[in-house]
């Protein structure tokens, strides 16, 4: 056991706690609360809240170790797809969907396409987002192993129901809360460690070139051209289609303070590769690649060769918590999936909000149990695990999403279509194996295109009412769209 | 309520940048040309990713004018109506 550093951790994670149970009663008022804190977060809160739930412990660990293993045009794929994440999605979706006033984004595809649609979405988000813990549990597991000298089985159950607890107890206030101080910890350790690890070497370009004589196909192409495309524009697409960064976006006080968040917390995205980058350089240099049982713990080999024990302690701390973060956001997605797009929306109408919070942590429980018992075993890579989760999403309902906002003409029965054919697609290629790894968007997304189009130009177009609501979707302020709505009243 | 069209919104203009950028790195694909011992495509895309980031704030800044022109030209139309 390594004393220093599982102090560190330990004291960290009850600091987090607190924040959780200080947050309990406020969260518990209403599901508005617990799912998007109100509505009532500032950009500076925001910006670290957004970054922290998209840099999942994958863009930390999974991306070193991934770049280390497959070379580093495999990081800069990651890289190149992951930090278009918050700008793409603001560019496409973002001000569209706050306009549309949801709550979540099965209520956008019910609001947009019905109740069918919204059925099949919630049922997607669900899978998907408990699949989704799998790598979030592996790379806890992995740390808590290597800091608390225990089995890797243990530290997945006890690090994962912990941090399980803390978010149920606490919705989206203590999320978006802890963010903060999880984004800022995670920020400055990969930068610390990354300026000792420039400093050891004398600068990027002896880095550069340390790692280059030690692995002397670390800067090669490795893989098919596909599996490099499959995993970008997986990543691209995951502002879009992931559940837990769109749910961010509502939390934002308005439109305006959600902008700035992303533009920040792009930076802030951007600012954690580059510190990435020198660690896989880093990672590379050492050679021990190939010693190693699990790639992905090269993260945590670099940091326990260049930190000494207490800055190393902050750093586990910051990977712990960006693998919180990102497996909190999954959770709430799960549970506001069941409790209130299924649940309240489908089966009982009249349920409380107690209720209603209630079924939260009972979900929350259940799909973190569920991501525990795969992650005791994990099937790939935690970079190729996440790449499925975005492969499946964009797959199954990235077209219907965009081409709902965008495109009047698309009707309920084109996004069903669409987005059940796209999933499907994807899973059976996935069970089958045939493509690269990770490529499997690059077929599923495009059937899930032509079912979108083509089904809906084959079937009535959408009412007046609905065209009119994707023409609010693209008013610009608050003010034109007060104007709109009293010329309806007229 | 002033009609503009979808197709002029910065947001779509950015993500027509954001394809073109990613296309020709895609089609082109350098990966046997080397710089500094690191395959070309690599450095092309390192390149995209500060992009990424600038063109986010073009977004911010652009959506942020375009707002402030609209909200002048409705409270005109406002103050003009109850005129």
Known sequence: MRITEAIIVFLYLLFMIGIGLY???????????????????????????????????????????????????????????????????????????????????????????????????????????????????????????????????????????????????????????????????????????????????????????????????????????????????????????????????????????????????????????????????????????????????????????????????????????????????????????????????????????????LLSLIVMMVASVIGILIAINPPQLIAIMVGWVGGFLLSSFGIPFVLGIWWKRANRQGAFAGMLGGAVVFLVLVSLQILPTNAEPIIAAPISLILTVGVSLMTPAPSREVQAQVDRYHTHIEAEGKAAARSEEV | MTKRSKFKDPGFILAIVVLVYSAFVWIWWPHEMYVAGVALTAWLMLAGIILWFGLAIVYVLWIERVEKSVKKQTERRDAHEDY
Not at chain 1, 164 to 173: K, R, V
Not at chain 1, 175 to 182: A, G, K, M, N, V
């Open chain 1, 23 to 357: 947050f309990y009663k406020r969260a518990r008022s209403s599901s508005s609360d617990y799912y998007t804190a109100g509505s009532n977060i500032n950009t500076f809160v925001g910006a670290f809240a957004i970054a922290a739930a998209v840099a999942s412990s994958s863009s930390l660990m999974g991306a070193v170790g991934s770049g280390v293993t497959l070379g580093l045009p495999y990081f800069f794929a990651y890289a190149f797809g992951a930090i278009g994440i918050l700008p793409f999605a603001m560019f496409l979706i973002s001000g569209q969907v706050r306009r549309a006033g949801v709550k979540t984004m099965p209520d956008f595809f019910d609001q947009r396409f019905g109740r069918s649609v919204q059925i099949l979405a919630a049922i997607i988000v669900v899978l998907a987002m408990t699949f989704y813990m799998v790598p979030q549990l592996t790379a806890s597991g992995l740390i808590g192993s290597y800091v608390l000298g225990i089995d890797y089985i243990w530290a997945v159950i006890i690090l994962g129901l912990g941090f399980t607890i803390y978010a149920a107890l606490g919705g989206m206030w203590a999320i978006t809360y802890t963010d903060l101080f999880q984004g800022a910890i995670m920020l400055l350790g990969v930068m610390v460690l990354a300026a000792f690890i420039l400093f050891d070497h004398s600068g990027i370009g002896t880095l550069l070139s340390d790692a280059l004589s030690t692995d002397p196909n670390f800067g090669d192409v490795t893989q098919p051209w596909m599996a490099y495309f499959g995993l970008f524009i997986a990543f691209l697409w995951f502002g879009i289609i992931s559940p837990s960064v769109v749910m961010r976006n509502f939390a934002s006080r308005d439109a305006k303070t959600a902008r700035r968040s992303s533009m920040w917390g792009t930076l802030i995205y951007l600012l954690l590769f580059l510190s990435g980058m020198v660690v896989a350089m880093a990672g590379a240099s050492l050679g021990i690649a190939g010693q190693l049982d699990n790639a992905d713990m090269i993260f945590v080999s670099v940091i326990e060769h260049y930190l000494p024990p207490i800055i190393g302690g902050i750093m586990l701390a910051g990977l712990l918590a960006s693998i919180m973060s990102s497996a909190d956001a999954m959770l709430l997605a799960v549970s506001a999936g069941v409790a209130y797009d299924i649940y309240k929306k489908n089966i009982n109408k009249n349920a409380s909000e107690q209720l209603i919070t």
